[in-house]
């Protein structure tokens, strides 16, 4: 069972090289996406698109999250410092293994295994603002190990897409398909103990092939061998919610028109 009187963390995965939007003039996780009035003197000021998830992740309850970078992306902790603006408590680890955003975040293993987890990618913008409550709540009513926030995309192909059963389990994830009559994709997450373990050891079983064949794995592979080991995997959907992954010109295109 997961103890729902322990803390809440919060998990960023900062490590990518952000190739699809190449060159930038900064890390991706820091750029410009619409405005917010300035702590100071209250006029609009532009607002990174990472601070939208931290501020999600502050409303859920999280007082600390563990930013992953990867060495040389030091402009995000000179930008956000110890996160005291945003009311965190903020920490970053340095990735060692360039295998995939779950390499990243087991990079937070020893300081969180004891914790539930939100997690979600700094580049992908989501509303509703209680997502991450709801899936909070979520995981308190069923006891679930993880709980994906679900939201319906209109190209399942950037998406790792979830087939769920009528009990809002997760059957399946299918990442990236090429064609898929699936309409919900995940965009977030939360977790209890049991999956952070789970992931903790899983990780070291693959690594040496990973290492043998190249590639990377991702969260959504993960999630689902989570499944396959009987792992509860629960859904909260956003029928009314929307996420989109600003990591592509056309849809950064897209938020800067939406939030401008």
Same mark, same amino acid.
């Given at each position: 069972?997961?103890?729902?009187?322990?803390?809440?963390?919060?998990?960023?995965?900062?490590?990518?090289?952000?190739?699809?939007?190449?060159?930038?003039?900064?890390?991706?996780?820091?750029?410009?996406?619409?405005?917010?009035?300035?702590?100071?003197?209250?006029?609009?000021?532009?607002?990174?698109?990472?601070?939208?998830?931290?501020?999600?992740?502050?409303?859920?309850?999280? =007082?600390?999250?563990?930013?992953?970078?990867?060495?040389?992306? %030091?402009?995000?902790?000179?930008?956000?410092?110890?996160?005291?603006?945003?009311?965190?408590?903020?920490?970053?680890?340095?990735?060692?293994?360039?295998?995939?955003?779950?390499?990243?975040?087991?990079?937070?293993?020893?300081?969180? =295994?004891?914790?539930?987890?939100?997690?979600?990618?700094?580049?992908?913008?989501?509303?509703?603002?209680?997502?991450?409550?709801?899936?909070?709540?979520?995981?308190?009513?069923?006891?679930?190990?993880?709980?994906?926030?679900?939201?319906?995309?209109?190209?399942?192909?950037? %998406?790792?897409?979830?087939?769920?059963?009528?009990?809002?389990?997760?059957?399946?994830?299918?990442?990236?398909?090429?064609?898929?009559?699936?309409?919900?994709? %995940?965009?977030?997450?939360? %977790?209890?103990?049991?999956?952070?373990?789970?992931?903790?050891?899983?990780?070291?079983?693959?690594?040496?092939?990973?290492?043998? =064949?190249?590639?990377?794995?991702?969260?959504?592979?993960?999630?689902?061998?989570?499944?396959?080991?009987?792992?509860?995997?629960?859904?909260?959907?956003?029928?009314?919610?929307?996420?989109?992954?600003?990591?592509?010109?056309?849809?950064?295109?897209?938020?800067?028109?939406?939030?401008?």
């Amino acid at each position: 069972m997961i103890n729902m009187a322990t803390d809440v963390v919060g998990i960023v995965p900062a490590a990518g090289v952000g190739s699809r939007l190449s060159p930038l003039p900064c890390s991706k996780e820091l750029f410009p996406v619409g405005f917010e009035a300035h702590p100071e003197h209250g006029t609009p000021h532009p607002k990174a698109v990472s601070q939208y998830l931290l501020e999600h992740m502050q409303r859920s309850g999280a =007082r600390q999250v563990f930013v992953i970078l990867r060495k040389g992306k %030091w402009d995000i902790p000179n930008y956000y410092g110890d996160g005291s603006q945003l009311g965190l408590q903020l920490a970053y680890l340095i990735m060692q293994k360039p295998y995939g955003s779950p390499f990243s975040v087991d990079q937070a293993y020893s300081f969180v =295994r004891q914790q539930r987890v939100v997690f979600g990618f700094p580049d992908i913008l989501i509303e509703p603002e209680n997502a991450f409550e709801r899936l909070l709540q979520r995981q308190e009513q069923t006891g679930a190990d993880v709980v994906l926030g679900c939201f319906k995309v209109p190209y399942p192909h950037k %998406w790792d897409m979830v087939e769920l059963q009528e009990t809002g389990a997760v059957q399946a994830i299918l990442p990236k398909p090429a064609n898929s009559n699936l309409t919900l994709g %995940w965009a977030i997450a939360c %977790w209890g103990p049991r999956f952070t373990e789970f992931m903790h050891t899983y990780l070291q079983k693959v690594e040496e092939h990973l290492i043998a =064949r190249g590639g990377e794995l991702s969260m959504g592979e993960v999630v689902q061998a989570a499944i396959n080991a009987r792992l509860l995997v629960q859904s909260e959907v956003f029928d009314n919610g929307t996420c989109l992954d600003v990591g592509t010109p056309e849809d950064l295109q897209a938020a800067i028109r939406r939030l401008s």
